[in-house]
């Protein structure tokens, strides 16, 4: 079983900043993507930003230039460095993860989509 384990969410104020951080566990044989979604009340999940294994990255408009997605590919964990962050960035932030897993009674591999729990973000002053 693969896991999700999000941190570092928080209350800032305006124009302030904070680190996500996102770890993988489990019967893991290799992470092939992993991003970051958000939801703000009464909207939709949106794609945040979103890192290949390649490291090739891509964000959503309103957060290029605020926001940089990282990935520790050795310990199968991915960051979302958010800097100066707007009321309008106020949301639960949620990490997926393409994976593939390692089935070791059958000895295959299966394609896995995993989300954290969400952590929240809010920002106000």
């Known amino acids: 079983q693969v896991q999700l384990v999000e941190s570092g969410g928080g209350l800032v104020q305006p124009g302030g900043s904070l680190r996500l951080s996102c770890a993988a566990s489990?019967?893991?044989?290799?992470?092939?993507?992993m991003g970051w979604y958000r939801q703000a009340p009464g909207k939709e999940r949106e794609l945040v930003a979103h890192?290949?294994?390649?490291?090739?990255?891509n964000y959503v408009d309103s957060v290029k230039g605020r926001f940089t997605i990282a990935a520790a590919n050795a310990k199968n964990t991915v960051y979302l460095q958010m800097n100066s962050l707007k009321p309008e960035d106020t949301a639960v932030y949620y990490c997926?993860?393409?994976?593939?897993?390692?089935?070791?009674?059958?000895?295959?591999?299966?394609?896995?989509?995993?989300w954290g729990q969400g952590t929240l973000v809010t920002v106000s002053s």
């Open positions: 890192i290949s294994d390649d490291g090739s990255a």
């Open positions: 489990g019967s893991i044989f290799r992470v092939n993507a």
């Open positions: 997926n993860a393409e994976i593939t897993e390692a089935v070791i009674a059958t000895e295959t591999y299966r394609l896995l989509e995993v």
